[in-house]
């Protein structure tokens, strides 16, 4: 498969929590120090361990926010039911460390390179790897015309809110919010339907890449929306959250 | 030796150790894993085929629900850590597909809807280990499931259970599949914990 890079062993790290962000009430991003950690490529994931004491230990895949290069950082929601997203969001503070392993996962990645216009889709939590790409395309002074259709629930369910008000050149943003609006508010109120899709989405002909995250039922609707309008299959990425807590 | 996480507790297995491999969690969920869009082929347009024995073999829809069945019962593991316990499930062995093939394989490669393809050893699809299945939980498949069919190998992670299935290829030599090529294990034992390369 094209991209795959030829991996070691991945073993467990020890990481340190350096920095922790509260991007929304129910959502936060920990920055790590990793000695040994290999560098990412946009789109990837990582292996947490948490280990109690008397030696219980819990694992969990989290995507990796961050762009290549810059200070690990991944972001987590809380699940109310879970057993590691409520350490990772409400209890860890910097200097505590835990494991990590990756990065993992040679598919769902965007290294910047080819001209065809990229659409990255996002539901919730899912905008995490797609801002890595996102963070990547401004890092590297990627033109590659690119646009962000983002679904939340509300305003301040918005992850990375002010830095995607003010997105790099030629990054388009566009925000839907589903459950509740702010006053004033003249974008999309709605779930991704076909005629957002095909509002929003380039058509077709013009080969855009795709690359869509989110809870599965939101990335069924919109792959099989983009297919509807012709996309092809294969150039349509998902990755899909189900249970991760 | 692994460094304790300050202030975690965790809540402890939640399952039957023996039934719960390590690195896992049980949950009532069914979570999807998938690269790509969920293919839908219409019936009428769908075959199971065997390829690279002496001949060729392929049925239709309805002769794959004509061959004997049966209904399984199994734990399944993702990569992703979720288990799942007792799943149930209605489906074709492997082995009565097979039975129609005459060859020397040691291997296969499933090929599937959406391009997915993922390899196994003969040995992980014989002797009432692999299935190819059409219905969960007594009903017919969901497509982002799997539906119509996909293949059932409850003893591996389950990205060994190919969704969409529609052809296993006998070949001599193991070559890695799709997940396989992407970093993930070329065998994927989840008892041996065996999720990537180099596990």
């Known amino acids: 498969m094209a991209g795959a890079a030829l991996l070691g062993r991945l073993t467990w790290l020890v990481a340190e929590v350096v920095d922790a962000v509260q991007e929304t009430p129910r959502v936060r991003t920990l920055v790590l120090e990793a000695d040994g950690w290999a560098g990412h490529r946009a789109g990837q994931h990582l292996d947490v361990r948490l280990t109690a004491e008397g030696g219980y230990q819990a694992e969990r895949s989290y995507s990796i926010a961050s762009a290549p290069g810059e200070p690990l950082g991944i972001t987590i929601e809380l699940l109310d039911d879970g057993e590691v997203s409520p350490y990772l969001v409400e209890e860890v503070r910097d200097g505590d460390r835990f494991e990590l392993r990756g990065p993992i996962g040679g598919y769902f990645v965007w290294d910047g390179s080819g001209d065809a216009p990229v659409l990255l889709i996002a539901g919730g939590s899912g905008v995490a790897p797609l801002m890595s790409m996102i963070r990547h395309r401004a890092a590297i002074g990627s033109r590659t015309p690119t646009r962000l259709l983002y679904s939340s629930r509300s305003w301040d369910d918005v992850i ?44 077709a002909s013009e080969g855009p890449r795709v690359f869509i995250c989110g809870s599965t039922r939101f990335v069924d609707a919109a792959a099989d929306g983009l297919v509807a309008m012709g996309y092809p299959p294969l150039s349509i990425r998902t990755e899909r959250f189900g249970a991760t807590g | 030796m692994s460094i304790i996480s300050r202030g975690f507790r965790g809540r402890g297995r939640d399952g039957p150790p023996d039934r719960v491999p390590p690195g896992q969690y049980v949950t009532d969920d069914f979570p999807v894993l998938s690269a790509g869009p969920t293919p839908r082929t219409p019936l009428d347009q769908w075959t199971f085929s065997i390829t690279g024995g002496a001949e060729p073999v392929s049925w239709t829809w309805d002769e794959l629900r004509a061959l004997p069945s049966e209904e399984i019962t199994k734990d399944i593991h993702c990569v992703t850590k979720w288990s799942k316990l007792d799943t149930s499930w209605e489906g074709v062995s492997v082995d009565t597909l097979l039975e129609a093939v005459e060859h020397e394989a040691a291997y296969v490669m499933a090929f599937c809807d959406g391009g997915y393809t993922t390899n196994l050893p003969l040995e992980d699809v014989s002797d009432g280990k692999a299935w190819v299945a059409y219905t969960y939980g007594g009903e017919p498949l969901d497509p982002e499931h799997g539906g119509p069919a996909r293949l059932l190998v409850p003893h591996l992670y389950f990205w060994k259970s190919a969704k969409w299935v529609r052809s296993l290829d006998l070949r001599d030599e193991d070559e890695p599949g799709f997940w396989e090529s992407n970093g993930y294990h070329i065998r994927g034992d989840p008892w041996l914990e065996q999720r990537y390369w180099g596990d």
């Open chain 1, 160 to 203: 990375y809110r002010a830095e995607l008000e003010q997105p790099a050149g030629g990054l388009e943003v566009v925000h839907t919010l589903t459950r509740s609006q702010p006053s004033g508010w003249t974008g999309y109120a709605r779930r991704i339907d076909a005629e957002l899709l095909g509002e929003v989405a380039w058509p």
